[in-house]
């Protein structure tokens, strides 16, 4: 009887080492790894998958739609137990999306959304929202008149068509503002800073510049200046990153939305632990954020620095 007790116990002890070492794995697919936003959003899904126990496999695409298709796929096979994908087109990814359901892989878009239907479930910011309140920040800040050009981001990411539409839905209502120039382009700081100089030698009178992102944002801010500009063109960024908080903090650009990417990630991981768990969230699933400006800037930034001592 001894013998059996013991061997009953070494049973279990090899069972319990085996479960530990089988962790769960999320598949995580970012539309950029050189985009400080998402290698921010990354270190929140790492953060609180270490403290849930999981594992995670990240495949990065840079832009590269069919590159991200590929990353997609190679998740599914490794049978992943769960994606989070920021799709970099709202579209094209719906083959891969479909074939994570039909292997029964719950796959999840954040940050940016998906038009797919075989998408589970958006962890999201209000994208209509904020861009309203861009709009709304933007056209008090200018007096209600004047010139406004559109950096609007990615033309094939849903996130950005609808930051755009709710900024352009608030400007229509302001009779004494004029959008004079909107191009679509990927989001880095050289795109925007090639926009900016575009925008002001095309209209040397424009009053708003809106970045779809920080990094467009500060690409433009840097034209601006460059051009003696800077003081005189509110530029409007989104994504709350540490260089645009800064910006901001330094009165270099004038209004960010902090999302806190970090969170984000966080957020993420919370909610693919839910879903497979089957507990699936019954309302949309969303990241607060937060117009930061001079009236809040620096304590922002005084904030962040504080953190990063810490770390």
Known sequence: MRKLI???FAAMAVMASSASSQAQTIGVALASDTNPFYIAMLKGMRIEAGKLGYKISVVTANSDVAKQLDGVNDLIAKKVDAILIS???????????NKAKLAGVPMMSIARGSACKSQLLHVAMDEKKIGREIAAWTAKKIGGKGKVAMIAGPAGAATFRNLAQGYESVMAKHPGVKVVYKHNVLLTRENGLKQ???????????AAIYGANDELALGAMQAAKAAGKNKSVVITGMNGVPPAVRAVARGNLDMTVALNPVAWGMLGIKTAKRVMAGDMPKHGVYLNHLLVDSSNGAGLWKMMKARRKKK
């Open 6 to 8: 013991i061997g009953a």
């Open 196 to 206: 900016g100089e575009d925008i002001l030698v095309a209209h040397p009178d424009i």
């Open 87 to 97: 799709p970099i087109d709202a579209k094209a990814l719906c083959s891969a999306f």
